[in-house]
């Protein structure tokens, strides 16, 4: 499979120097709320604390307790299918080991993405001719397509909530108004033939991956991002028209990290554009986390582990400054698909460099109140994108399953500011990327949560954790492996300890730490 950063050549210039902390962006001021409030009831209580101090030149974070900058969005656990029901070996108890990742806090569900495949259809492969799900009823392959309550189903096995991708490229506005009211219209034509219950589905996506030429479609619809708006609004028109309980829409701003339009603008020219000419008909703007162009160097790892550095960079001194200025209501941004993109080396790439790479694409999504992050993918195979289980055996889990599974259980409702002071660095390309990487929240049950990634391969990094308080008890949660970048299932694992927090705290090299800590 093509990589999707080789096809986007146009020579990137920035003016930004200044290097920022992954995920610790303050993300746009006009940030919506999460709409399903906290899932489960109750309030998040505040925590009597000063404010917090760390010595001069330490290194450390802040944690502001009682600053919370948005509720958390469980939606950021989340994966997309990419399967047929003829080719899903195990797949009920796949599914049911899936439930695990299910997450006790924010909205309390999973995200189920239902892509179809490359939904609009990809120019370099013939049998991806785009997905019309009228064609499909009652077929269960060949792959990528089939029939659509098949992938219902799977959805409400898990009980996750639905992000569906309708087909812009191949496919027409009104195609897509069907679609919508096949999932969500109690008297819809085409479930009077072909039964399911409503699924009173929420989250749309118009394309996938439209903004790449090598996508059927792009260049007689999408030939830049404007044109490709101008017909999205068609799309999101007919769509909401056929939905009688309101539906959020995104529209394609990236095929991937860089935030550029094959023939088109680049970066907050694309946000311009789109929001311009969609106003109110676009709730979201849709990119694609895979490590790309510029920041990553084919074979370089380090550049691959600089991608949400640079992520962060980009969303919060271009992409979100433009969504403030040119959105005409609340607008987020979801990152649809993400992984290391690593095909040729699919050890690290389900391994334990792919979960940190995870918990890094989290914590931004987490920390820039992102609509959702998903993991690519529940099911193909054993190629390097499968994401959570080897040799189709639901209990040999990989180390991203494990990640899913400890956040799922450890975090908060309530996202809280965090600054960081004189965490050492990697320089990569022209950014300096910290060594560790951090998000926190707190939650109803009093406690506050911190997450910290440590990026680097083979380096034990101490940071001090200033909280404005003494907990009473703290316990760490760590994923950690005992070969770096280059664990897998057979020397990875989850550990759970107490620990105290009363000096610098020692991140292990190449691992993800939860702390749990009690005020």
């Given at each position: 499979?093509?990589?999707?950063?080789?096809?986007?050549?146009?020579?990137?210039?920035?003016?930004?120097?200044?290097?920022?902390?992954?995920?610790?962006?303050?993300?746009?001021?006009?940030?919506?709320?999460?709409?399903?409030?906290?899932?489960?009831?109750?309030?998040?209580?505040?925590?009597?604390?000063?404010?917090?101090?760390l010595e001069a030149g330490a290194a450390g974070f802040k944690i502001f307790v009682n600053d919370v900058t948005h509720p958390s969005n469980s939606f950021v656990l989340a994966t997309n299918r990419n399967h047929v029901s003829d080719n899903f070996p195990n797949g009920a108890a796949k599914l049911a080991k899936l439930k695990e990742?299910?997450?006790?806090?924010?909205?309390?569900?999973?995200?189920?993405?239902?892509?179809?495949?490359?939904?609009?259809?990809?120019?370099?492969?013939?049998?991806?001719?785009?997905?019309?799900?009228?064609?499909?009823?009652?077929?269960?392959?060949g792959y990528p397509y089939d029939d659509l309550r098949n992938a219902l189903k799977d959805a409400n096995d898990l009980d996750a909530e639905?992000?569906?991708?309708?087909?812009?490229?191949?496919?027409?506005?009104?195609?897509?108004?069907?679609?919508?009211?096949?999932?969500?219209?109690?008297?819809?034509?085409?479930?009077?033939?072909?039964?399911?219950?409503?699924?009173?589905?929420?989250y749309f996506e118009i394309g996938n991956e439209i903004s790449w030429s090598?996508?059927?479609?792009?260049?007689?619809h999408a030939a830049t991002e404007t044109q490709y708006a101008k017909r999205a609004k068609e799309f999101a028109q007919a769509m909401r028209k056929s939905s009688p309980t309101p539906i959020k829409i995104g529209a394609v701003a990236s095929t991937n990290s860089a935030w550029r339009w094959d023939g088109g603008g680049a970066e907050d020219e694309i946000v311009k554009n789109i929001l311009t000419t969609m106003g109110t008909d676009v709730d979201f703007l849709i990119y694609h986390g895979y490590p790309s162009w510029p920041i990553k160097n084919e074979g370089d790892l380090n550049t691959y582990m600089a991608q949400n550095a640079w992520n962060d960079r980009l969303l919060t001194q271009k992409i979100e400054p433009a969504i403030k200025q040119y959105a005409k209501h609340n607008v987020q941004i979801a990152n649809t698909e993400f992984f290391t993109e690593q095909y040729n080396d699919t050890k690290k790439a389900r391994g334990l460099f792919g979960a940190i790479y995870s918990a890094d694409t989290v914590s931004l999504a987490l920390n820039h109140n992102m609509l959702v992050?998903?993991?690519?993918?529940?099911?193909?195979?054993?190629?390097?994108?499968?994401?959570?289980?080897?040799?189709?055996?639901?209990?040999?889990?990989?180390?991203?399953?494990?990640?899913?599974?400890?956040?799922?259980?450890?975090?908060?409702?309530?996202?809280?500011?965090?600054?960081?002071?004189?965490?050492?660095?990697?320089?990569?390309?022209?950014?300096?990327?910290?060594?560790?990487?951090?998000?926190a929240s707190k939650?109803?049950?009093?406690?506050?949560?911190?997450?910290?990634?440590?990026?680097?391969?083979?380096?034990?990094?101490?940071?001090?954790?200033?909280?404005?308080?003494?907990?009473?008890?703290?316990?760490?949660?760590?994923?950690?492996?005992?070969?770096?970048?280059?664990?897998?299932?057979?020397?990875?694992?989850?550990?759970?300890?107490?620990?105290?927090?009363?000096?610098?705290?020692?991140?292990?090299?190449?691992?993800?730490?939860?702390?749990?800590?009690?005020?």
């Open positions: 499979m093509a990589s999707k950063h080789q096809t986007l050549k146009t020579l990137f210039c920035s003016s930004v120097a200044m290097a920022v902390l992954a995920g610790c962006g303050t993300g746009p001021s006009m940030v919506p709320t999460i709409e399903h409030g906290m899932g489960f009831g109750g309030t998040v209580p505040s925590i009597q604390a000063g404010a917090p101090n990742l299910r997450p006790s806090w924010g909205q309390g569900r999973y995200m189920y993405r239902i892509g179809h495949g490359p939904t609009d259809g990809r120019n370099d492969y013939n049998y991806m001719t785009g997905y019309h799900f009228e064609q499909h009823w009652n077929k269960n392959g639905q992000l569906h991708v309708v087909n812009f490229g191949t496919g027409t506005a009104e195609e897509a108004g069907r679609y919508v009211s096949y999932l969500n219209n109690p008297n819809d034509a085409n479930r009077k033939q072909y039964p399911f219950p409503v699924q009173n589905a929420k090598m996508v059927r479609g792009h260049a007689e992050a998903n993991q690519f993918c529940l099911d193909h195979g054993e190629s390097a994108d499968a994401a959570f289980f080897y040799g189709d055996n639901p209990e040999r889990v990989t180390p991203i399953f494990q990640f899913q599974k400890m956040l799922a259980k450890h975090w908060g409702d309530q996202q809280i500011k965090v600054d960081a002071q004189a965490i050492p660095t990697n320089q990569v390309g022209d950014i300096a990327v910290p060594k560790l990487g951090i998000t939650g109803r049950n009093g406690k506050v949560y911190v997450m910290v990634t440590n990026r680097t391969q083979s380096e034990a990094v101490n940071a001090k954790l200033a909280l404005g308080f003494t907990p009473k008890s703290a316990t760490a949660h760590v994923l950690s492996g005992t070969a770096g970048w280059d664990s897998d299932e057979n020397n990875t694992k989850v550990e759970t300890k107490a620990v105290g927090l009363n000096g610098a705290y020692s991140f292990p090299a190449a691992s993800v730490t939860i702390l749990e800590i009690t005020p």
